[in-house]
């Protein structure tokens, strides 16, 4: 079992920057991947970023690449997401998901652990 906690969240005005982190639980930490989704308002659910377990392989999805930057400390069993340039759009709950494999994957329905979501509201 995998327990995730995310913070962080809250409301910058566009341009600004927020940094998510999440805390996770157990011993196996180090050895899953861990991704990113967000959720805005009347929206599906959608994959931001992902790490492999040793943090050398990452993966985002083109609405964040070249803005956002996912990484990891294993020592601390943490995950962060550092969102830069944020705009509106990005305005949605984020959460934090753990998956027991190897390699990236950006499907959710592959991910088994899921923290509760920070809100992040990005004004114009």
């Known amino acids: 079992q995998v327990q995730l906690v995310e913070s962080g969240g809250g409301l910058v005005q566009a341009g600004g920057s927020l940094r998510l982190s999440c805390a996770a639980s157990?011993?196996?930490?180090?050895?899953?991947?861990m991704g990113w989704f967000r959720q805005a308002p009347g929206k599906e659910r959608e994959f931001a970023a992902a790490?492999?377990?040793?943090?050398?392989?990452?993966a985002y999805a083109d609405s964040v690449k070249g803005r956002f930057t996912i990484s990891r400390d294993n020592a601390k069993n943490t995950v962060y997401l550092q969102m830069n340039s944020l705009k509106p759009a990005d305005t949605a709950v984020y959460y934090c998901?753990?998956?027991?494999?190897?390699?990236?994957?950006?499907?959710?329905?592959?991910?088994?652990?899921w923290g509760q979501g920070a809100q992040v509201t990005v004004t114009s």
């Open positions: 998901a753990a998956a027991d494999r190897v390699w990236l994957t950006r499907r959710a329905n592959e991910y088994a652990y």
């Open positions: 157990g011993q196996t930490f180090s050895t899953y991947t």
């Open positions: 790490i492999q377990w040793n943090g050398v392989s990452t």
